[in-house]
């Protein structure tokens, strides 16, 4: 486990860890970084002159214990952009820090991204979604309590992030435009972060509805709040795999179900992806 926030994920292991990257696929600065969830991750094989680095190479980085998470940093050219993504995420239930949660973005930020995309696996509250529905992220509501910026300010850091905005406007508009290009239907909604590791109860489930939840899951919003307070520019999008427990029956929920449904939407999710990135300024 994690030892607390303290400078340890903070702005200059950051730039260590950049470093290391550096000296593993070159010095081009990437116009976005990107964070692949549950499932997704199969978007690092769209990449061409493609460099990968294990996460176990990466001072800072754990190695993910999560199924669909494989763990390699992959750099490269994306429709024609210097881009790098994660195949695989640090999720707070496998006992990390919220500050570790966070540090992809800050790593990103030192490798000279301006740009985060997150993407995720989630439960869908709003009673019009369907399995492998792909939600744009509008807003996000941290259920959780946890923080990522906790501790003492870092270097470059804003103490008080304005978050009234937290995934750009022209961003999601370039996502939709992108959509309408490739055919892949998307919706627009609410993300709520759950610490998991137990799935939502019916009644948590509920209450997330009412609080105007669209889509429940376990990560990203560390990400996203860190990458606010460093001034990235962020998009999102959730692939709706299940229906949250409680919406239509109390089926049991399963991971491998969530895999499954993931990889179903995932070309889609991919040529989506690959539009927007072709856009970015």
């Not at 690092?44 to 800072?60: C, L, M, S, T």
């Not at 820090?97 to 869908?124: E, K, W």
């Amino acid at each position: 486990m994690s030892t607390g926030r303290n400078g340890q994920y903070g702005s200059q292991a950051a730039a260590n860890a950049a470093a290391t990257i550096r000296n593993r696929i070159g010095t081009e600065q990437p116009v976005v970084g990107i964070v692949l969830g549950s499932g997704l991750a199969g978007l690092a094989d769209r990449f061409e002159n493609v460099r990968r680095v294990e996460y176990r190479d990466i001072p800072g980085f754990p190695v993910p214990t999560v199924v669909g998470h494989p763990g390699v940093l992959v750099a490269g050219t994306l429709a024609g952009r210097h881009a790098v993504a994660l195949a695989g995420r640090f999720h707070m239930y496998e006992g990390h820090d919220a500050a570790l949660a966070g540090f992809p973005a800050r790593v990103f930020a030192a490798l000279g991204a301006d740009v985060l995309f997150v993407s995720n696996a989630a439960g869908g509250i709003r009673r019009t979604f369907r399995p492998g529905d792909l939600m744009v992220i509008a807003d996000h509501v941290n259920l959780t309590g946890r923080n990522p910026l906790l501790g003492p300010v870092e270097a470059g850091d804003l103490r008080f992030p304005d978050m009234s905005e937290p995934y750009d406007a022209d961003l999601r508009a370039t996502l939709h435009r992108a959509g309408k290009r490739t055919g892949v239907v998307l919706v627009e909604g609410v993300y709520g972060w759950a610490l998991g590791p137990s799935y939502e109860t019916p009644t948590e489930v509920r209450m997330f509805e009412r609080l105007g939840v669209d889509a429940v899951g376990m990560s990203t919003v560390p990400e996203v709040i860190a990458a606010r307070a460093i001034g990235m520019r962020v998009a999102g999008v959730s692939c709706v795999t299940n229906l949250a427990c409680g919406i239509t029956t109390n089926t049991p929920l399963d991971h491998k179900e969530v895999l499954a449904v993931a990889k179903q939407a995932a070309g889609r999710f991919e040529s989506l992806v690959l539009e927007w990135v072709r856009d970015l300024a």
